[in-house]
């Protein structure tokens, strides 16, 4: 007990490593993009000859820019020029596990975004996320400062804010990141099945560059830009494609139900909502991905029309089982 109330005492506060002044215009070379604070964020390209369309790939929590392989591999031959890279914190950056803050986020891909843009000037560009990568897109698309994009995509959105949480984990994440900021999770334990891809999953568990132990206070700045992605889906204009599977247990039902049901108040005819029965979370890189890849490349040259797999159709399904989940946990805790 007296240890508690030293480290509470102690003053401890999540390690936030924020931008630091502007040294030059943000620039792109070959292999990096040199946001204007001077930092060089490692970016892959999948070049398309006269591309009809644009995506960059943001990828998700612990993950980097290789996530998009294969599907801008594919994406690549729909005439789509594809480019990801690694954000602030993660994969080659040189601050790999540390968490840089919503507004670095932000602010990193409005301006790659323009640089992008004014490499392909006239050719429509669409901003993809997983994951956190989602998260980002939607708090980037909810500021004033957003990026010029004619249409975003979100793969498995990373909405799970506090107010869909437990009070007890929200509780025990503020004490730990204001006490052992510095701690490391690994998972381990969990029973969680991210994908269906079990090749994929023993790749990423030897590749160096995703990080396998979390300091909880990245965990405390995620759980921040969650509340922010879930509480914005109301300010959300851009024509936007929502894909998520049944199967997923990183992201819960409930909170991507709320978000969908926010967004589908502000643009029900501008936003696609795809549920996929067979889907978890890593949707680009399950078994079935080539079909979220179809539909991705439909959606975006065909002016959002209705997508190849009819996941589309599916959006009665996602709020009925999110509604049914929602009413058994709160039968639980009337139980309790």
């Known amino acids: 007990m007296l240890i508690s109330i030293a480290m509470v005492n102690s003053g401890c506060t999540p390690v936030m490593l924020t931008p630091g002044p502007t040294v030059a215009a943000a620039r792109l070379t070959e292999d990096s993009f040199i946001a204007n604070d001077g930092v060089a964020l490692k970016i892959s390209q999948w070049p398309a000859e006269h591309p009809k369309a644009i995506i960059i790939g943001l990828h998700g929590f612990n993950d980097y820019r290789r996530f998009f392989n294969a599907a801008a591999s594919y994406l690549q031959t729909q005439q789509i020029y594809c480019y990801a890279y690694d954000q602030r914190g993660f994969g080659e950056t040189q601050t790999p596990g540390l968490w840089a803050g919503s507004d670095a986020y932000t602010q990193d891909l409005t301006q790659i975004t323009q640089l992008i843009q004014n490499k392909h000037p006239g050719v429509p560009l669409y901003l993809l996320g997983e994951s956190m990568g989602g998260a980002v897109i939607i708090d980037a698309m909810s500021r004033a400062q957003q990026p010029q994009a004619a249409g975003i995509i979100?793969?498995?959105?990373?909405?799970?804010?506090?107010?869909?949480?437990?009070?007890?984990?929200?509780?025990?994440?503020?004490?730990?990141?204001?006490?052992?900021?510095?701690?490391?999770?690994?998972?381990?334990?969990?029973?969680?099945?991210?994908?269906?891809?079990?090749?994929?999953?023993?790749?990423?568990?030897?590749?160096?560059?995703?990080?396998?132990?979390?300091?909880?206070?990245?965990?405390?700045?995620?759980?921040?830009?969650?509340?922010?992605?879930?509480?914005?889906?109301?300010?959300?204009?851009?024509?936007?494609?929502?894909?998520?599977?049944?199967?997923?247990?990183?992201?819960?039902?409930?909170?991507?139900?709320?978000?969908?049901?926010?967004?589908?108040?502000q643009q029900s005819d501008n936003s696609t909502i795809a549920y996929y029965q067979n889907g978890y979370h890593m949707l680009l890189r399950d078994l079935q991905a080539p079909i979220i890849w179809r539909d991705i490349a439909h959606w975006v040259l065909n002016g959002g029309a209705g997508l190849p797999s009819g996941a589309d159709r599916n959006l009665s399904k996602l709020i009925k089982n999110a509604t049914t989940e929602t009413d058994e946990l709160q039968e639980t805790h009337t139980t309790n």
């Open 154 to 265: 979100l793969s498995a959105p990373a909405v799970w804010g506090r107010a869909t949480m437990p009070w007890y984990q929200t509780s025990l994440l503020w004490m730990l990141s204001h006490t052992l900021p510095w701690l490391s999770l690994t998972g381990k334990g969990l029973d969680i099945m991210p994908s269906d891809n079990i090749d994929m999953l023993r790749a990423l568990g030897r590749d160096p560059l995703v990080i396998k132990e979390t300091r909880v206070d990245a965990i405390y700045g995620l759980t921040n830009l969650m509340d922010t992605a879930l509480r914005d889906a109301d300010k959300l204009h851009t024509q936007t494609l929502v894909l998520y599977g049944e199967k997923d247990q990183i992201v819960p039902r409930e909170p991507t139900q709320q978000f969908v049901s926010g967004l589908l108040a």
